[in-house]
């Protein structure tokens, strides 16, 4: 069974930063990259931030310049660096796990972020 669990969530006026972290734990084969998405009310879930275990990240075209993805491979963990904050970050953040020769990707419970304007 694997498991994410996210923190870092929270209330934060337009303009602040949050950090986020995710922790992998569990029974799982070799990581192959962690990230995470947000999914506001009435929209699809959609890309944040994506780091592999070799460090090469990816950005949605929203974020570029204001969120930093990074990990720590040894813990199996990730975090998301959110500065600048707007309201339209305004989601829930979702944890992801994709292990190496699997399909299947692993997400974690959520963490709400909500930016007052």
């Known amino acids: 069974q694997v498991q994410l669990v996210e923190s870092g969530g929270g209330l934060v006026q337009t303009g602040g930063s949050l950090r986020l972290s995710c922790v992998a734990s569990g029974s799982f084969s070799r990581v192959n990259a962690m990230g995470w998405y947000c999914q506001a009310p009435g929209k699809q879930r959609e890309l944040v931030a994506r780091?592999?275990?070799?460090?090469?990240?990816t950005y949605g075209d929203s974020v570029k310049g204001r969120f930093t993805v990074s990990r720590d491979n040894a813990k199996n963990t990730v975090y998301l660096q959110m500065n600048s904050l707007k309201p339209d970050d305004t989601a829930v953040y979702y944890c992801?796990?994709?292990?190496?020769?699997?399909?299947?990707?692993?997400w974690g419970q959520g963490t709400q972020v909500t930016v007052s304007s």
């Open positions: 992801s796990l994709d292990v190496v020769l699997s399909p299947v990707t692993y």
């Open positions: 780091i592999t275990i070799g460090g090469t990240t």
